[in-house]
């Protein structure tokens, strides 16, 4: 045992003539302790909402979507679905055609967004698991079948535990002449309700819509073109997404799943830094109690220093004890509130203490941990303890070893 070490371990369990010491020593551990495990447990539930709103867009959203860069639509032809098929991790590819239309149900209307999906779309995503009423049958017996959000059913007056009427969806029309009744320039096609999904999440549910592709390129007037090629991989999706660009070149725009949503997330990312960085300054206020301690240990060691240094301890050893006192303090510290944090996190995730009720979309606080949170957090005090002890070893020291 390095013997800086084993004296710094000696004054910290022995029991000083002035109690205070002992006692600054204690709250110092205790004050980090208590924050360390706050920063745990906040960290911790932040990254479970985080978690908990990318898992809502994880049902809707597809690992990577491709769109063209000039215009909404365009060809996708044999050539391009050969190129993104070529790369290596895309497992599944899935067409898809959106835009703006109104649904009318008698004397009820909405404007949605439509979105016409192919076969493949529901191996992409797992938008049938939202499905709260009928079922996702978009290609099933019915031959113009149509999923609304929950928040679009309510306003067309929807329920299909009852006889439904056929919507009434309305496009403009492509090329038309304009004419005296406005009526006359929008396409119309009629869609029989066949699901209902949703996802507690506004943007979706109030302005979403899902029909066959072959529906939605007959209300847009689109018979060989798509809005969107979306992508399912098998491996981290930055490289392909890289990848995919080199091959497309500047016609295409790709993005994954993060990509898509980057001012959501990014706001996640950026209140979880700024929560990180509050916390921190408490952090700093409860080490900087270390300062106390040892300006208080250094002096009432102050005949043991001079001892060690006229036996042939330098300079650089003595000092050495001290910050080693300073990493005890601080380590005990980090290291029970790290435990302490991870249990109460182990305890909600496994006991889920605080609930919200049935009602909401968790019934219970989500939390996620993350061990890169860990190493921050002990990684910070450690730091902070050494800047806070620098202070007192080097001028207290000098000043006992002088006088």
Not at 7 to 19: E, F, G
Not at 259 to 278: G, R
Not at 360 to 372: E, M, R, S
Request: aromatic share 10%; proline share 2%.
């Amino acid at each position: 045992m390095d013997f800086s070490f084993y004296i710094a371990r000696r004054y910290l369990v022995s029991k000083k003539s002035n109690n205070a010491i002992n006692i600054i020593s204690w709250i110092s551990i205790i004050a980090i302790a208590v924050t360390s495990a706050a920063l745990v447990i906040i960290l911790s539930a932040m990254n479970g909402l985080t978690d908990t709103v990318a898992n809502l867009y994880n049902t809707f959203e597809p690992d990577i979507r491709i769109t063209a860069a000039k215009g909404k639509y365009f060809n996708s032809d044999e050539e391009l679905l050969q190129k993104v098929r070529s790369v290596e991790g895309v497992t599944e590819i899935s067409k898809t055609l959106s835009d703006k239309v109104l649904i009318k149900n008698i004397d009820r209307q909405a404007l949605v967004s439509v979105k016409g999906v192919d076969q493949q779309f529901n191996k992409i995503t797992q938008i049938d698991s939202s499905i709260t009423e009928g079922s996702y049958d978009l290609y099933g017996k019915t031959r113009k079948g149509i999923i609304l959000g929950s928040g679009v059913a309510n306003e067309l007056g929807v329920n299909l535990h009852v006889f439904v009427n056929e919507l009434s969806i309305y496009s403009p029309g492509r090329g038309k002449a304009s004419a005296i009744n406005p009526a006359d320039n929008l396409n119309q096609i009629y869609c029989s309700p066949v699901g209902v999904f949703s996802l507690n999440n506004d943007d979706l549910d109030y302005q979403f819509a899902f029909v066959s592709l072959e529906t939605a390129r007959e209300l847009l007037d689109r018979p060989n073109q798509v809005s969107a090629l979306e992508l399912q991989c098998n491996k981290p999706t930055d490289a392909i997404v890289e990848e995919l660009k080199q091959k497309l070149g500047e016609n295409f725009i790709v993005k994954n799943r993060y990509q898509l949503n980057d001012v959501l997330f990014k706001s996640l990312e950026t209140e979880k830094l700024a929560t990180f960085i509050i916390l921190a300054f408490i952090l700093v206020i409860a080490t900087f109690n270390i300062i106390g301690a040892l300006t208080m240990l250094i002096i009432e060691k102050k005949k043991d220093i001079k001892t060690l240094y006229s036996m042939g301890a330098d300079l650089r050893l003595i000092r050495n004890i001290f910050m080693n006192e300073a990493f005890l303090i601080s380590s005990i510290g980090a290291l029970s509130g790290l435990m302490l944090g991870l249990i109460i996190c182990w305890i909600q995730i496994q006991f889920h203490v605080v609930s919200f009720g049935n009602d909401f979309i968790l019934p219970y606080y989500p939390v996620q941990l993350q061990f890169k949170d860990f190493a921050w957090i002990f990684g910070l005090i450690m730091l902070i303890s050494f800047i806070a002890a620098l202070y007192p070893i080097r001028v207290f020291t000098k000043t006992d070893l002088v006088h």
